[in-house]
């Protein structure tokens, strides 16, 4: 079966500095994977995803990831963090087209001015 | 497009009440979920269809039921509502039916806030 593992409950950065939230997997298969972000009282919104093709994936709002088959990493990274990127941030993985969604806990991202 | 549009957002009930909630998706989607959130616990699936007529159960559907009689709607029945099924219950859906498009992610709705008491 499938699972997400996100270690980090809480990261803090500075605006202006890069920031990294980190996602591990693990699949039988072919992994498809995906970040979402959640604004308070609010659904979640998708940021980017990986299914096959080049490692470093972009994504909404300059985000991006890089997906590490041999780490079995696909961590989300910004290179300039702002304010407005606080949120609560979902790794999800599938494994194949044809299966749900796995979620990671979340990891709760607080960008501070 | 609407997306996926769940209905109620909010709901307090009684130990044991039932209640529906709500799910349709305009998207043309042949899959649909039903996942609740609780604090540090992410997402769990309680419920999944691949199609109309066509429903699995996912890691927690123990108090659930749904029903997929159409590709829009995607209802969630609790039949005994107990304070453990206090949460936030999200709707997604993603797979456009054939000749729809390769998209994979998940799209999901707003969520129903639901305490039992």
């Known amino acids: 079966a499938q699972s997400v593992a996100q270690p980090e409950d809480q990261v803090n950065v500075a605006e202006g500095n890069p920031l990294t939230v980190k996602c591990t997997y693990s699949?039988?298969?072919?992994?498809?994977l995906f970040w979402y972000v959640q604004y308070p009282n609010r659904g979640l919104q998708f940021l980017l995803k990986y299914i096959t093709g080049d490692n470093l994936v972009k994504g909404s709002y300059g985000f991006e990831a890089e997906f590490n088959k041999s780490q079995t990493s696909f961590h989300l990274k910004k290179p300039s963090a702002l304010v407005s990127d606080s949120a609560l941030y979902f790794c999800a993985v599938r494994d194949g087209r044809n299966t749900p969604l796995v979620f990671g806990k979340g990891t709760r991202l607080s960008v501070i001015a | 497009n609407a997306g996926v549009t769940q209905t109620p957002k909010f709901r307090i009930l009684k130990i044991g009440q039932s209640m529906t909630l709500q799910c349709t998706q305009d998207m043309n989607h042949n899959y649909m979920y039903w996942y609740r959130q609780d604090p540090g616990m992410g997402l769990k699936l309680i419920y999944y269809?691949?199609?109309?007529?066509?429903?699995d159960k996912g890691e927690v559907p123990n108090g659930y039921n749904v029903s997929r009689s159409t590709t829009e709607d995607f209802p969630l029945r609790l039949e005994l509502a107990a304070p453990s099924q206090t949460s936030v219950y999200f709707c997604?859906?993603?797979?456009?039916?054939?000749?729809?498009?390769?998209?994979?992610?998940?799209?999901f709705g707003q969520g129903t806030r639901l305490t039992v008491v």
């Open positions: 997604a859906s993603s797979f456009p039916r054939v000749g729809g498009g390769q998209n994979t992610e998940a799209f």
């Open positions: 699949v039988s298969g072919n992994p498809y």
């Open positions: 269809s691949v199609g109309a007529g066509i429903t």
